[in-house]
């Protein structure tokens, strides 16, 4: 399983920028040895978006080196974020423009990396302090309506390169906007994160007429994912609540089993409690369906390597509707998801319109390998393409 537990880089310094994109932490590629990943890397970005021109969409490449957050300029230097870049507006201008063509950028090592682009508009990203002192910055919340940048059509991806090699995805944690694919060449020549013709529309469409989905559709500009909504008040909060109390129900009857690579864990459930044992005793305390969509709370996954990922696999069945009808788990046949009364349609659309059938539409979506996340141990380069906004 991929490890993808630490958040990007501390770069939720407000609630609104708390999101639920992780980046990715490496492994090795299928056995094979690892190679050095030479910096810079070629970074191109191209605009097929078929509605926008290259003079109108910015991008920023933000992350993290040696635990100080930093942005790539369009020559290629990475620079400190400062608390002195805020301009007059109270806000930085870290934009990069897109050239006629293809625009090619130097990636630098970087943590916690974040690829946004903007069309139309820039975005308004303020810098601030965070808790320990250090420059940071408020990213966008396209899902907070009062944040700077609602109005903005914006979208990101997601990065981690370092000297063992590129690690990326495109995301659907937060919310759904931009259509972005993600082409990585090196050891092996992969691309994840590309739609169906036509799937924007498709997914606007579907989840417009999808019951409590619809009103996570803010008009053509972004679908705002469930965890946020219930925060907005868009998306009822015990909307998986029964789903919740017929698994703690079965499995205090009969036995859980979930397999990590530490081997295999028998759960059961006592009153909340769900107890398993096995390679060590891990705990789940009955989670709220907040906790289920942000897989955080009593699905926290810490990188402990033990109560982590059990955590993630029993997080990703509630997420996917497979937890009461099937006990043996992690379930890697997609087409047991999305079943019964209460279905997590914003995923299951994300997943629909990709044509791997792969996406992040919520933060363990990688278990079993559904996420839309490739790696490289020796990237040659990598190509961000802004799709069709069909």
């Excluded at 690892?34 to 078929?50: D, E």
């Excluded at 013709?197 to 498709?202: E, H, N, S, W, Y």
Aim: glycine share 12%; hydrophobic share 35%; net charge negative.
């Amino acid at each position: 399983m991929i490890s993808r537990r630490k958040l990007l880089g501390g770069a939720a310094v407000t609630a609104a920028a708390a999101g639920g994109g992780f980046a990715l932490a490496g492994q090795a590629i299928g056995g094979a040895p690892r190679r050095t990943a030479a910096a810079p890397l070629p970074l191109k970005i191209v605009n097929n978006s078929g509605q926008f021109d290259n003079a109108s969409i910015h991008v920023y490449v933000l992350g993290e080196v040696d635990k100080q957050r930093v942005r790539l300029t369009p020559e290629g230097e990475v620079k400190p974020v400062a608390l002195g870049d805020n301009g007059p507006d109270g806000f930085t201008d870290y934009a990069i423009p897109l050239q006629s063509g293809t625009t090619t950028l130097q990636l630098p090592h970087m943590d916690g990396g974040r690829i946004y682009t903007a069309l139309g508009d820039k975005l308004k990203m303020k810098a601030v302090e965070d808790g320990n002192g250090k420059a940071a910055l408020a990213y966008p919340a396209g899902w907070v309506e009062s944040d700077p940048n609602y109005g903005v059509l914006h979208d990101c991806a997601e990065f981690t390169y370092k000297a063992d090699g590129m690690y990326c995805n495109t995301t659907a944690v937060d919310m759904f906007s931009v259509p972005l694919s993600l082409h990585l060449t090196g050891q092996q020549d992969q691309t994840t994160g590309k739609l169906k013709p036509g799937g924007r529309g498709q997914a606007f469409q579907t989840l417009a007429q999808a019951g409590p989905f619809g009103d996570l559709v803010v008009e053509d500009r972004r679908v705002i994912a469930p965890s946020h909504g219930i925060d907005a008040g868009l998306f009822p909060a015990d909307y998986l609540d029964a789903y919740v109390d017929e698994v703690w129900e079965v499995y205090s009857s009969k036995d859980l089993t979930v397999t990590t690579n530490q081997g295999t864990f028998t759960g059961r459930v006592s009153g909340d409690t769900l107890r398993f044992t096995g390679p060590g005793e891990v705990l789940i305390e009955k989670p709220t369906t907040r906790d289920v969509l942000f897989c955080d709370g009593a699905l926290a996954a810490p990188n402990d390597k033990l109560s982590g990922p059990v955590a993630a696999v029993v997080g990703a069945a509630l997420n996917r509707t497979t937890l009461a009808a099937l006990d043996q788990q992690p379930t890697d046949d997609p087409s047991g998801f999305y079943q019964g009364d209460t279905v997590h349609e914003y995923v299951r659309t994300m997943h629909e319109i990709a044509e791997d059938g792969k996406a992040y539409g919520f933060a363990f979506d990688d278990v079993a390998g559904f996420a839309s996340y490739i790696q490289d141990g020796a990237p040659s380069e990598i190509t961000l393409t802004l799709d069709p906004l069909d």
